[in-house]
């Protein structure tokens, strides 16, 4: 029973894993190629790789925070919630700039 559990949670992680590497690899590629994000985070790993002389630990992984920072905003931008709950505006807040003009929030 426990390796039936434990099959199914490294089933998950993979499955969530292999999500997230392809959703970042999509948004990589259909990102401008003018802003050069591809080549910003090739230049942190190969930074980071010297210094750490081909030897990955948590350390060196920590100070990717290019990748890191990609990593969390397609996480972000693809994630169940963003998809299986919508928000909704309910209401409009209005006030007062100045004498003259009204300033709404949708």
């Known amino acids: ?8 949670l490294n089933f998950a ?4 894993t292999a999500g997230v590497l392809t959703n970042l690899l999509l948004d990589l590629s259909g990102a401008d190629p003018d802003l050069c994000y591809w080549e910003g ?4 790993v190969e930074k980071v790789q ?15 925070w290019k990748v890191d920072s990609a990593l969390k905003e397609t996480m972000r931008k693809w994630s169940v919630p ?3 709950m919508p ?3 309910i209401s409009c807040i ?3 700039t100045s004498v003259d003009s009204l300033h709404c929030l949708v």
Not at 13 to 16: A, M
Not at 41 to 44: G, T
Not at 50 to 64: G, H, K, M, N, P
């Open 1 to 8: 029973m426990i390796s039936l559990r434990l099959m199914l």
């Open 13 to 16: 992680s993979i499955f969530s």
């Open 41 to 44: 985070l090739r230049a942190e």
């Open 50 to 64: 010297q210094e750490c002389r081909d030897v990955w630990t948590e350390e060196s992984l920590a100070r990717l």
């Open 82 to 84: 963003s998809f299986g």
């Open 87 to 89: 928000r909704k505006v």
């Open 94 to 96: 209005c006030y007062l």
